[in-house]
């Protein structure tokens, strides 16, 4: 497996305060990859409406407080899992 980057940007959202949205952009530090993954750097994304909803509901969209928001994204390959093949 390559080795795994030091830390990326990311837009974070918090646990909302005074129901709103509460972002932060922050340096993060990807997790160890698992078998069947790769890693892309994204290059550029952006925060739309449906973002913002994920960012003030708990669980139930998108799982625990903190999370990663972007989904619409241009990215570049980084790393691939011992493994993973690209066809």
Avoid at 22 to 46: F, H, I, S, W
Avoid at 53 to 63: C, M
Wanted: proline content about 9%; aromatic content about 6%; charged content about 20%.
């Amino acid at each position: 497996m390559a080795s795994q980057p030091p830390s990326a940007r990311a837009i974070v959202a918090h646990e909302p305060k005074d129901g709103k949205p509460n972002l932060a952009m922050e340096n993060v530090v990807p997790r160890d990859l698992q078998a069947d993954e790769l890693l892309v750097k994204v290059v550029a994304t952006g925060v739309c409406h449906t973002d913002l909803v994920f960012a003030l509901y708990p669980e139930e969209l998108g799982g625990p407080f903190p999370k990663v928001l972007g989904h619409e994204g241009w990215s570049r390959l980084r790393l691939l899992y011992t493994g993973v093949f690209l066809n």
